[in-house]
């Protein structure tokens, strides 16, 4: 299995996709003047100001929501590996893919908001890229063409979020905890089984209050701990800097890690905690209630700077200021080692025992813990935002045969596949938490690989309604009013949800 897991992904995971994902975001950064620049404040404001609904979350709640997906075993497992094979470089191409990458989520995020819709069996809003692949094109030569399109990204989404990627946040989980406090694996596995199933069966409401209560609270708790590591050595941290960008262009010899290494290994870990063009920030996105598609695009732009520039980076500065990482030949931590931190006791494996014996070199005795709790919360509250996506995408599998004929049947139908849904995702977590590291990584990769090569390819497509978006936006912001959607005189066809909210506000503009 390891080794078919290795093959795998060495196809998904090419340099094709490497560069695809950095090119895109330039190419959209460009396009969009910046746009991850210019409105900042918009961002900032969007999320002080946005309001929920009956069917919708409000901007901050889906911004948490999706944080939730992005900050989790990625922001600290994830940079203690990308450090550990592509060497400490690999942290400015971490940097660089989430700068760029926040054009690419404003987009993917964008389109999500303009083909959402309904659900019809909860009245929550729904959407995402399986959504907006299939809406798009209706009624249009290219109908079958999208549908079949949405019909895999949608089929891949539920195999990679209710299957492959909660693995590895488990095993992470269970290692940390395993490391901290000596408890077996299957026991982290039982009780975080147990918490999961409370969450995941109240819905998406209650997935978004959990989120919005727990994300922020424990990544600003993360962030300020960081920030102490590295006031007490800070000294050292010019010398970080220098490091950093020596390695990433392969400027000093010695520092470990081809320039190769450390563009794909920066990259990889990058799109793997930031998630920006994987395809999962449009679920979120689309959940949330607005009056103009792009706002939730730029609260969700906003989501990528959170999660790499501040969480990333924190365990970046933690891992290296401290010294607590090796960097090994050959992507493995079995290959020879081409540069000693000097902190590391015994021979721990590549992962939360790096940030764990980091933070104990100014914390002694606290570092474990302090991590393993940190990985506890990051990483449950991903598997949960990964429940969610994959019922998104059950739901749009499920189509209109969920509540067209036979209503009754079809509705229970649809309780009995998410109820599978539901056991599926808790045994992946459990089977995550007692497997190797390596198999729960390959898992992991698989997932985000698969989906992000779909979902890239289909808004390089897709892309103009987005930026018509933008340009909508834009002119309302310089009027002076609250931006409104109108998706007709945009040329945006199949908005089914923002058509009849905008003849809704022509026929009544008072109660609209």
Same mark, same amino acid.
């Given at each position: 299995? #390891?080794?078919?897991?290795?093959?795998?992904?060495?196809?998904?995971?090419?340099?094709?996709?490497?560069?695809?994902?950095?090119?895109?975001?330039?190419?959209?950064?460009?396009?969009?003047? *910046?746009?991850?620049?210019?409105?900042?404040?918009?961002?900032?404001?969007?999320?002080?100001?946005?309001?929920?609904?009956?069917?919708?979350?409000?901007?901050?709640?889906?911004?948490? &929501?999706?944080?939730?997906?992005? /900050?989790?075993?990625?922001?600290?497992?994830?940079?203690?590996?990308?450090?550990?094979?592509?060497?400490?470089?690999?942290?400015?191409?971490?940097?660089?893919?989430?700068?760029?990458? +926040? #054009?690419?989520?404003?987009?993917?995020?964008?389109?999500?908001?303009?083909?959402?819709?309904?659900?019809?069996?909860?009245?929550?809003?729904?959407?995402?890229?399986?959504?907006?692949?299939?809406?798009?094109?209706?009624? %249009?030569?290219?109908?079958?063409?999208?549908?079949?399109?949405?019909?895999?990204?949608?089929?891949?989404?539920?195999?990679?979020?209710?299957?492959? &990627?909660?693995?590895?946040?488990?095993?992470?989980?269970?290692?940390?905890?395993?490391?901290?406090?000596?408890? !077996?694996?299957?026991?982290?596995?039982?009780?975080?089984?147990?918490?999961?199933?409370?969450?995941?069966?109240?819905?998406?409401?209650?997935?978004?209050?959990?989120?919005?209560? /727990?994300?922020?609270?424990?990544?600003?708790?993360?962030?300020?701990?960081?920030?102490?590591?590295? +006031?007490?050595?800070?000294?050292?941290?010019?010398?970080?800097?220098?490091?950093?960008?020596?390695?990433?262009?392969?400027?000093?010899?010695?520092?470990?890690?081809? *320039?190769?290494?450390?563009?794909?290994?920066?990259?990889?870990?990058?799109?793997?905690?930031? !998630?920006?063009?994987?395809?999962?920030?449009?679920?979120? +996105?689309?959940?949330?209630?607005?009056?103009?598609?792009?706002?939730?695009?730029?609260?969700?732009?906003?989501?990528?700077?959170?999660?790499?520039?501040?969480?990333?980076?924190?365990?970046?500065?933690?891992?290296?200021?401290?010294?607590?990482?090796?960097?090994?030949?050959?992507?493995?931590?079995?290959?020879?080692?081409?540069?000693?931190?000097?902190?590391?006791?015994?021979?721990?494996?590549?992962?939360?025992?790096?940030?764990?014996?980091?933070?104990?070199?100014?914390?002694?005795?606290?570092?474990? #813990?302090?991590?393993?709790?940190?990985?506890?919360?990051?990483?449950?509250? %991903?598997?949960?935002?990964?429940?969610?996506?994959?019922?998104?995408?059950?739901?749009?599998?499920?189509?209109?045969?969920? /509540?067209?004929?036979?209503?009754?049947?079809?509705?229970?139908?649809?309780?009995?596949? %998410?109820?599978?849904?539901?056991?599926?995702?808790? /045994?992946?977590?459990?089977?995550?938490?007692?497997?190797?590291?390596?198999?729960?990584?390959?898992?992991?990769?698989?997932?985000?690989?698969? &989906?992000?090569?779909?979902?890239?390819?289909?808004?390089?497509?897709?892309?103009?309604?987005?930026?018509?978006?933008?340009?909508?936006?834009?002119?309302?912001?310089?009027?002076?009013?609250?931006?409104?959607?109108?998706?007709?005189?945009?040329?945006?066809?199949?908005?089914?949800?923002? !058509? !009849?909210?905008?003849?809704?506000?022509?026929?009544?503009?008072?109660?609209?």
């Amino acid at each position: 299995m #390891s080794d078919l897991l290795a093959t795998l992904n060495e196809y998904v995971w090419s340099k094709g996709l490497i560069y695809l994902c950095l090119g895109v975001g330039i190419f959209f950064s460009i396009r969009s003047r *910046l746009v991850q620049v210019r409105q900042i404040p918009a961002m900032l404001g969007q999320l002080k100001k946005g309001e929920s609904s009956d069917s919708g979350v409000s901007s901050f709640q889906a911004l948490a &929501m999706s944080l939730a997906g992005r /900050v989790g075993t990625g922001n600290i497992a994830g940079v203690a590996t990308a450090i550990a094979f592509g060497g400490p470089g690999a942290v400015l191409w971490m940097w660089l893919v989430a700068f760029f990458g +926040a #054009s690419t989520s404003f987009v993917e995020c964008t389109l999500g908001q303009i083909y959402k819709e309904r659900d019809r069996l909860t009245g929550e809003y729904r959407g995402g890229p399986a959504y907006y692949f299939s809406r798009a094109f209706a009624h %249009t030569r290219y109908a079958l063409a999208g549908r079949v399109y949405g019909l895999i990204f949608a089929a891949v989404t539920v195999t990679a979020c209710g299957l492959l &990627m909660p693995m590895v946040q488990s095993n992470s989980m269970a290692a940390a905890m395993e490391n901290a406090w000596s408890i !077996e694996p299957w026991i982290a596995a039982v009780a975080v089984v147990i918490v999961l199933a409370f969450v995941i069966i109240g819905g998406v409401k209650r997935i978004a209050i959990f989120a919005a209560i /727990v994300v922020p609270f424990m990544a600003v708790l993360y962030i300020l701990a960081a920030l102490i590591i590295m +006031a007490v050595n800070i000294s050292i941290v010019p010398e970080v800097f220098r490091l950093i960008v020596a390695s990433a262009f392969n400027l000093e010899s010695g520092v470990g890690a081809a *320039l190769g290494l450390a563009i794909e290994w920066g990259v990889k870990r990058g799109i793997y905690s930031n !998630e920006a063009g994987q395809g999962t920030g449009p679920h979120a +996105a689309a959940a949330a209630e607005v009056s103009h598609p792009a706002k939730q695009g730029l609260a969700q732009a906003f989501a990528v700077y959170v999660d790499t520039l501040l969480v990333c980076s924190a365990t970046a500065f933690l891992i290296l200021s401290t010294g607590a990482y090796k960097v090994f030949d050959g992507g493995s931590a079995s290959g020879r080692v081409l540069k000693d931190g000097g902190a590391l006791e015994g021979d721990p494996s590549v992962g939360p025992a790096y940030a764990q014996q980091g933070f104990d070199t100014v914390f002694p005795g606290g570092g474990a #813990s302090f991590i393993a709790i940190s990985l506890a919360f990051f990483c449950f509250t %991903t598997i949960v935002a990964y429940y969610y996506m994959a019922e998104t995408n059950l739901r749009f599998l499920m189509g209109r045969f969920a /509540v067209v004929v036979i209503p009754v049947l079809n509705s229970a139908l649809g309780r009995v596949l %998410t109820m599978l849904l539901q056991v599926l995702i808790l /045994v992946s977590v459990t089977i995550g938490a007692v497997s190797t590291a390596e198999d729960a990584w390959a898992m992991g990769d698989l997932g985000v690989g698969l &989906m992000a090569w779909l979902n890239i390819i289909g808004i390089l497509v897709l892309q103009n309604a987005a930026f018509k978006a933008l340009r909508d936006f834009e002119r309302q912001q310089k009027l002076g009013i609250d931006p409104q959607f109108d998706p007709a005189p945009l040329g945006i066809v199949n908005a089914t949800f923002w !058509e !009849e909210r905008a003849a809704s506000r022509r026929a009544d503009p008072v109660d609209a």
